[in-house]
């Protein structure tokens, strides 16, 4: 027989290196058309870390998403970066990103200032247009002004800049210390029915709600976090390399039960409104998170639904028939 | 051995030893690199083309078995003024992430859409358990091939 | 891959007599789903693969005066959209969908996963319930069998040395029997069967008749649970002697232990299927009454 | 000079014996015809590409387009002339000293042309925290994976072939599998004396105290298993030595500045003569964060004086990439008759596989995390990272993070169980909120633990469901 259940659990999880150096650089250049080119270290892994990267440049400079090409992945060509790690990329990256457009935009900003005859802290950027705080009528399209700086003052509008988020080491008897700069938060509910007699567990649904801090891309996050619980789906049920005296013995994907598009669940997403003023623009991070709650909301689901508290992951439909036996057994034993 | 296919459309041929999959006479002696090698073995679908109509892995398939047949690739999909409903509805929604699978699944999507234009969102999961993807939980590529069919019906409801 | 020849011969005879003349090195291919693995991995001393995949003689599915007839290299992805089989096995139709994924459904062939005779080939415990035979044709000309009696071992089949398999033959008296089949793998997508049970069964009144079960992946082949249909044989339907046979039908597999599954699982597995193919097939046979329709 | 240059350019086509039985009178095209592949050059950018700000928009990834297109260029869609392929051999046992390798047989296969040993390698280690990596185990392999040697051939299947000509002649070492028995004393030891090789402590409070003075104590056992990244891609070189000497390397590696520095270090070169090249890469989950076959390519290719490309097979990618951690969990948690937690002790074991590879940053986050996102005045983690000989355990995406919010969760709804309390409700009573202080310390900022939690009841209707 099918019996329902419903599970959650709840997470925190840090962006970036626990305690180490974790450094991003990055260089903005803005081109004389009002166009920008970005050079990251980073590689896309596809995450849509270049995508988010341009949207955090563009953001800066007052462009739009389209206007930033990327340059990424080269050691020849591309700044230092520690990498498409550690839920980083967003907030490491992103605030080096910042801090680089932002040399460039003062550049534009020198430059602005005596045509528009303010002080360059009166300016800001916004649709293309570099223009006058409080005072928007008074304005000046941003390709005009790149062009200007470069050709005529002789001052091409690129700014480099690197980021490393700030950290206290960890007391080496105790452990305290602020490891991290900041963290993530995030709630998964999953809807099961186990099947009594045979162990399966089927997933119907999973509702999951994450704090990534400003979502750059809500698209993209959302892939994210449908992408982590599809991960967390095969830690919680499915997927074991297992050994034979130190030999695998199922290094191949029909023996490696990943989930199909058959074993996933609907996904309904969340973004919790938070915003992290140390983040580009508010926003801290989503990779890895998003894989973090599912197989512990999956297995109090199961819980839920049979009574049993699968303390062994994964929870195979032969494990959790296993479990179920055993609670009938003892069931028994206490009724007589 | 000679093996000669319809590829895309237009006529292909190329000398191949015998042992060939079509895969590697694909990628290898016809330049045509979107379809991937992932397993090698038929369990992750990245290799997936359609043969005469009917969705195969490339990589379980010798060349000389294609032989004469109408073979359709990733590289099919789209013309030289636009994209297929499906590549421009993974687009939209950001379907793929790595994109390593996205050849393959969207073949795999094609052939169900061909067969099936208006499927359920089982028959879309049933018609792509053949193609793994670790990236994206295949929210997004079934919402994609959905609105994708909803598409496709449109344009044959205008035609 | 190794290199290798690669043969098409004209004829089913032709195909026999290549694969005489070259010896043990040439193998037949069919689909290739399995066979296209071993070779990348351990190709042996193969040199040589005649593709019998396109013969006439193995292919097409025909309703005769004799019964159903599918040709051995007629795919699972054919099997699944022909109409007849959709009417007349539903549940060759249901197995057929199990196996694997859509690309290899289309280049998979039913004679090709018998042949290979691993214990959990998923098409033959539907095919088995149905009375099915088959023919093969080799050096000496055609016979013909129960398909039970094609399995001798894990991997091991009749087949004499060049002889290959032709058709599968479905006797026109189970044609549209009551049947149902369930397969039972770690995951909903190509899975892998850590179980496979069919049944199949006629109801005349509240009694049944010539039940069969088959169950696949519990012994080194596909089984008939003989003993567990020689309790059902002409008894009144009741739950309790569903369950009965179940039980029975663990007693006559032998499943084994490995790293998907214990023994002992799959022996819970072994009862829970065949109970629940039992009470699907006299579901349908009672629907079937209700509907008056005369088998 | 040591390497042999041998010409089997005209290679496959001589070296197999086809016969063409298929429609033999086919002639080959008089004109080959070369079919450019047809895409649009010009599409219209979808609108949330094109708005301001740029932030908060749905836009679209310009590599999607290329994805959808098949045209992206992973590593294995590149090509070079005269590029050769390369295969690894991997150890035939979990642990053994290798007494002596013989490539000479292998050497003299058709289309081979250069192989490699660890011995050849200048600098023979690698690792992000403790280099206690070989590139190709010399002279102890530590676990099935480890490559021994590699071959470079004019084709894979020419190197796969090679590869079985290659005698390693082994002594067996006895191993230990079972993150258990590596603590013990007299089990054997997979590097040096000890089998710990990284431990971390989180102290705060009085945890015997906090225990003491709770209603319910719950005491459980939890564990965890190996599982792989599985990217669709598996890992992929290609490298190429130019004539100054410089050399570029096409990988599929999430973090090309630090691999550089690895590729400089095990190659004993400058920096400035590396080009690491970090082309899309088709999957990472964790598992390309660190160098692999890079220096193997490099080296082959340096002594082939030809561009060399290496794409894992399927197996490679399980056996010999690295993996998540295994954890054996035992948590015990002190409650009033509230529910709320007064003590959480805890104690994990990490099975770390036979390289130390990415396990400092996952014992460091897995304690860090273990008590859970809850105000508990007395905690104390204590975790231990130890050897065994298998597959090493490595980055995956949560560090040590599922393992533990599978025990911490799992054992709030025991306690809420126990207690009669909603698991909603348990969890808001214990979480953290503005400014609550971490298992560290730490003063917490931007915290909506609690505002994902009613987010997510309340898209689940759970107060329905419970009712």
Redesign the interface.
Known sequence: MKKRGRGMACMWYPIGFTVAANPSAATVKVNTDGTATLLTGTVETGQGALTVLAQIAAETLGLATDDVHVVSGDTDVTPMDTGAIASRTTYVTGNAIVRAAEKARDILFEAAAPLLNVKPEQLEVRDRRIQVLGFPARSIAIDKVVHHSETVLGNPAIGSASYNPPTVDMDPETGQGKPFNTYVYATQIADVEVDDETGEVEILKIVAVHDCGTPINPMLVEGQIQGGISMGVGFALQEEILFEEGRQINPNLTNYIMPTSLDMPEIEVGLVDNYDPTGPFGAKGAGEPTAVPTAACIMNAIYDAVGVRITALPATAERVLAAINEKRAEDQAVAA | MLVELTVNGESRSANVPPETTLLKMLREHLDLTGAKLGCDVGDCGTCTVIVDGVSVNSCLMLAGRADGCDVTTIEGLATADELHPLQQKFEEHGALQCGFCGPGMLISAKNLLDNNPDPSVFEVRDALAGNLCRCTGYTKIIEAVIEAGEMMGQEQANV | ????????PESAEAAVAILAERGENACP?A???DL??D??HAPGNINA?V?V?GLAEFRGIDVTDEGLRIGSMVTY?EIMEHPVCLDKTPEVVAASHTV?????R??GTIGGNLVTCVPSADSAPALMVLDAEVTLIGPNGWRRMPIEDFFVGPRKTILEPYELLAEIWIPKHTLGKPSSFYK?G?????A?ALVNAAAALELDGSRIVEPRIALGAVAPTPIRAVKAEALLDGQDVDAELLDEAAKIAVTESKPIDD????RN?RR??IR?LTRRVLERSVEIARERQEQGELH | MATRVKDVQTNVEDLVTARETRAPSRQPLAVPIDQPVTFPLELPESEARLRTPAVGQRATRPDGRLHGLGQTQYIDDITFPHMLHAKILRSEYAHARIVSIDTSEAEKMPGVIATLTGAEVPENSFGPTYQDQPILAYPIARHRGDGVAAVAATTEQFALDALEKIKVEYEPLPAVYDPLEALEEDSPKVHGDTNIYTSKVIKKGDVEAGLAASEHVFERRFSTQMVEHVPLEPHATIASWDGNGRVSIWSSLGRITLGREDLARTLQMPQSRIRLIGTVVGGNFGGKNEITNEPIVALLSKKSRRPVKAIYSRGDEFVSSTIRHPFIMDYTTGVDSEGRILARKIRLVLDGGAYCSWTGTTIGKGSILAPGPYNIDNVLVEAYAVYTNKTTTGAMRGFGAPQVCFAYESQMDDIADALGIDPLEIRLRNGFSENSLSPTGQSLQSVALKESLTQAADRFRWKEWQA
């Open positions: 891959m190794r290199p290798m020849d690669y043969i098409v291919l689909g290739g789903t296209v693995v070779l990348k693969l593709d995949s992805g694997g994924a859509v690309q290899t289309n280049l039972f770690l995951r909903k997508g190509q892998l790293f998907r599954a214990s699982y819970q597995l829970t």
